[in-house]
């Protein structure tokens, strides 16, 4: 008796043990490929797999549990295991705790747990699920009981979209939410993909139509959009391709990209593989200051840096003081001119046509406005109840008027109707105190410049100060440097670096420690607003691959320009075989150089807003920074000569071989002119030689021509830097070779937009083969020599400078 009670409680407890067992072996063993019903468990239960309960059969992806910051609280995640990224979350906002439960019961039904409550269900519209699967691509999908998928992650995206995921209107992504900041998010609506910031009224930012970019194969209205070997591509309903966004010129097409939308607003493209993840590849939107989030709001970006506007510079942490803008007493001050918002662009005026009284009573009579925008050249008005980063222009932008709390502690009207008790008072008696020190010593340091001003012998001719104080105001703007800072700055000249056409270039350094490089203009007579006017232009552009102007300085006869130093100086020194012995750049380096060089020009060619002609591209005006990046320099320059001074240029021309024939035939020059120019330094630095090299035999001696014979016997492979070690496979060779050959066609219209070689040479367009025009090209050449030293200093009508030229394709003037 006693015996059989033992051995049945015995019986009874092994039973449990092992179904407790069994309970436990099932949940904690990791899958592959897919899950079935009947599954369920908790963080603790797969805590050896690192909370991972389902891998992909590559093992590239896991479904499971990751901690979040706090390491108590877990999110149910697909993530890329080697570069342990998230890709998507199921229960974004609601963590769950280590032993709150994730179940695909019998009856196909899938929930995620926190405590008795559901945090998480996909909404397979009442359909059972009968199977979960992990896919080798990172989508996670519920099959139905025909095999069908009935959701899957890649249409629900959080803030993570994956190579060959399909975005398509309807969808969005959100940054992650951290703190109480605010969202973004990327949609496709009507025709176009966008960027907003998610404040009260949603402020958009960026849109992929005005990305300049993309390429555009098609006119359409894009539906969906999705990452497929190195671009993103634009479908219309139809699933005809209508635009591309090129992610990376690398040819590994099997690169699994992963774009991320970041709580600072911008989207990342990284590439995911078994080594990790890399370094973020491409932005959106690429210029910094075009997201509200990088800068806190009211800030003034310009060249990634936040500066706080004067107006409410006297105010704590650079703050409005409004809590609750229609309980607060508030008053509207003006924050100055010359100021955008990156909404503006994208949103129509709230107030189109009124004038300044009226854009700013309509702001002041609408509680929830926080600041207007006017401008009044055009009469549109803009109100905004929430504001971001601000931006500042070049002299276009908008008069912006900011509501303050006027009893928030600013020093224009201090004290207001506060009515708080004597304790209170206090603060507003010391911040009263305090700005009127401010104030006078402001007043005394005014009188001061001013009157040291009337003084200094140089101001007769000062008539523009309105002017000089609205281009010091901004910084971004080039700065107006002092003869005597540059002077200070350069040593007093000391270290030359260069001699070109326009002057020589010196060494300098910022007390700040900021390098520059210094050019000295000779023989620009331009009077000093036409010159200020050319300079903000200059200044004005910013691109990777130009050379950005610092500063300048017009005082008395002397006109310098501070640019951007460039540690690897300029191309001559790193491709021409006798100049440098041991080190040389090598093909892949070089190929970028070309392309980089390409991207600038294409830039001054079609994205500013006044087309630019370089009119002088050669490789001692390609700079390379200290990664061997190209950067374009002196751009915009041809501008500043009258013409009288340009035998300077024309003097130079003869030196070397990178002028269009048009410049010696009268043709009109355009663009055209600087695609041949390119064309000619494209063809020097893959063949490691100047184009012309008499030291070479008579056959190769004009290397162009050179170049077309061997195009006519199929050896063009001869043509490259024979000191080059390249891949055989490599096909960059060939298209570099026939699109230098492109470039150098004689008849200018036969020569490629500069933004069509950019695509041949990122692979995205073919490259037919050239025509052969060896023999005029050798005809040319020697013309070309005998007319240059014939004609000496003559400048045809042709030139840049010329007034005809300048009507017909307004040389780098404004719109
Ligand atoms: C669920 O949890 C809440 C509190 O966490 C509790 O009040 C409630 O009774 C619970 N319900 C059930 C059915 O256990
Ligand atoms: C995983 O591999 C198995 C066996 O090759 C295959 O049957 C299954 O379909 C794969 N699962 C997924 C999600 O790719
Ligand atoms: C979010 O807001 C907090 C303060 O609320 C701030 O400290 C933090 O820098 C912000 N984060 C981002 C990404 O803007
Ligand atoms: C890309 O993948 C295909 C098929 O897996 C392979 O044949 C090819 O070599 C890969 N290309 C590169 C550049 O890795
Ligand atoms: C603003 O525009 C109006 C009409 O277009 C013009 O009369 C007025 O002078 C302008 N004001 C300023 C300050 O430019
Ligand atoms: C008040 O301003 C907000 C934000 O600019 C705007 O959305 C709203 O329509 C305005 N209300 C009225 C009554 O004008």
């Known amino acids: 008796m006693v015996s059989f009670g033992l051995i049945h409680s015995m019986g009874s407890s092994l039973c449990l043990f092992l179904l407790l067992l069994s309970e436990t072996c099932m949940a904690s063993v990791q899958r592959h490929g897919k899950v079935e019903p009947g599954f369920e468990g908790s963080q603790m239960n797969w805590i050896d797999n690192d909370g991972h309960f389902l891998l992909s ?8 549990f990751e901690a979040t910051n706090d390491v108590q609280l877990f999110l149910l995640v697909v993530i890329h295991l080697a570069a342990k990224k998230i890709i998507w979350t199921a229960n974004r906002g609601s963590p769950v705790q280590n032993s709150d ?14 405590g008795n409550r559901t945090v998480w269900s996909p909404d397979t519209a009442g359909k059972a699920v009968s199977a979960i699967e992990m ?13 069908q998928p009935i959701w899957q992650s890649f249409d629900h995206p959080t803030d993570t979209l994956l190579s060959y995921q399909n975005f398509k209107e309807g969808m969005k992504l959100e940054s992650d939410l951290t703190n109480d900041n605010i969202s973004y998010y990327l949609e496709i609506k009507s025709g176009n993909m966008i960027l907003y910031a998610g404040y009260r009224t949603p402020q958009p930012y960026w849109s992929m139509k005005k990305e300049n970019l993309k390429i555009v194969e098609k006119d359409g209205d894009p539906v969906s959009a999705s990452i497929e070997g190195n671009s993103w591509r634009f479908y219309d309903r139809n699933k005809a391709l209508l635009w ?22 911008f989207i990342s493209f990284t590439t995911l593989s078994d080594g990790g993840i890399s370094q973020v590849q491409k932005q959106i939107p690429g210029d910094s200051c075009s997201s509200p989030g990088f800068c806190e709001a009211y800030y003034i970006c310009s060249s990634n840096r936040c500066q706080c506007p004067s107006v409410l510079s006297s105010r704590p942490n650079c703050n409005t003081g409004i809590v609750s803008p229609c309980k607060d007493s508030t008053e509207l001050v003006n924050a100055g001119d010359g100021f955008n918002y990156f909404a503006i662009e994208f949103i129509s005026p709230s107030l189109p046509d009124t004038d300044l009284n009226g854009c700013k009573n309509s702001c002041l009579s609408n509680c929830s406005c926080l600041a207007s925008f006017f401008k009044n050249s055009t009469g549109n008005c803009f109100l905004f109840d929430s504001v971001g980063g601000l931006q500042s222009t070049d002299g276009q932008g908008f008069a912006m008027y900011i509501k303050v709390s006027s009893s928030g502690g600013s020093d224009v009207n201090p004290g207001g109707d506060g009515g708080g008790g004597s304790k209170k008072h206090f603060p507003y008696v010391v911040i009263i105190a305090v700005s009127t020190v401010l104030v006078i010593i402001g007043l005394v340091y005014v009188g001061f410049r001013y009157s040291r001003r009337k003084k200094s012998p140089e101001s007769p001719h000062d008539h523009t100060s309105e002017e000089d104080n609205f281009l010091e105001s901004l910084s971004g703007m080039p700065i107006r440097f002092s003869y005597k800072d540059l002077q200070t700055a350069t040593d007093n000249f000391s270290v030359k670096l260069g001699q070109g056409g ?5 060494r300098g350094a910022l007390p700040d420690g900021t390098q520059l490089a210094v050019k000295k203009l000779e023989g620009i007579g331009q009077g000093k607003k036409e010159f200020r006017a050319e300079v903000s232009i200059i200044g004005s552009i910013h691109h990777l691959h130009l050379v950005k102007l610092k500063g300048f300085c017009a005082e008395g006869s002397h006109r310098l320009l501070a640019y951007e130093f460039m540690a690897n100086g300029s191309l001559d020194r790193w491709i021409f075989r006798k100049n440098r012995e041991g080190f040389m750049l090598d093909w892949n380096t070089r190929f970028n150089i070309a392309l980089g060089t390409a991207k600038g020009l294409s830039y001054l060619h079609e994205d500013c807003d006044a087309k630019i002609i370089h009119c002088d591209i050669k490789p001692e005006n390609v700079l390379l920074d200290d990664n061997y990046h190209a950067k374009v320099s002196d751009f915009g320059l041809a501008k500043l000569m009258t013409r009288e001074q340009s035998h300077v240029f024309t003097t130079l021309r003869g030196t070397r071989g990178y002028l269009a024939p048009e410049w010696i035939t009268n043709y009109a020059i355009s663009e055209k002119s600087d695609v041949y120019s390119y064309g000619m330094v494209l063809l020097e630095i893959i063949g490691g030689r100047k184009n012309y090299d008499p030291s070479e035999i008579s056959e190769k001696s004009h290397f162009p021509t050179y170049a077309f014979k061997m195009m006519e016997e199929g050896k063009l492979r001869d043509l490259l830097d024979s000191r080059l070690e390249v891949d055989e496979e490599d096909e960059r060779v060939s298209t570099a070779i026939k ?14 937009s500069m933004m069509k070689v950019v695509q041949m040479l990122e692979g995205l367009c073919a490259v037919p083969q050239p025509p052969t025009t060896s023999q005029m090209g050798s005809r040319f050449y020697s013309g070309f020599f005998k007319s240059i030293s014939e004609e000496g200093t003559s400048s045809g009508p042709s030139d840049c400078n010329s007034d005809a030229y300048l009507s017909a394709v307004r040389l780098s003037g404004p719109r």
């Open 739 to 752: 699109v230098a050959m492109w470039c150098i066609q004689e008849d200018m219209h036969q020569r490629p």
């Open 101 to 114: 439960k994730f179940v695909f019961d019998d009856k196909g039904r899938v929930f995620l747990q926190k």
């Open 135 to 147: 896919q080798d691509s990172g989508n996670l999908v519920l099959v139905g009981n025909e095999g």
């Open 502 to 506: 326009f002057g020589s270039v010196y």
């Open 244 to 265: 591309q966004f090129v992610l990376s010129q690398n040819g590994d097409t099997n690169s699994t990209w992963a774009a991320t939308l970041g709580s600072d607003g």
């Open 57 to 64: 059969n590559n093992s590239d992806f896991a479904f499971g």
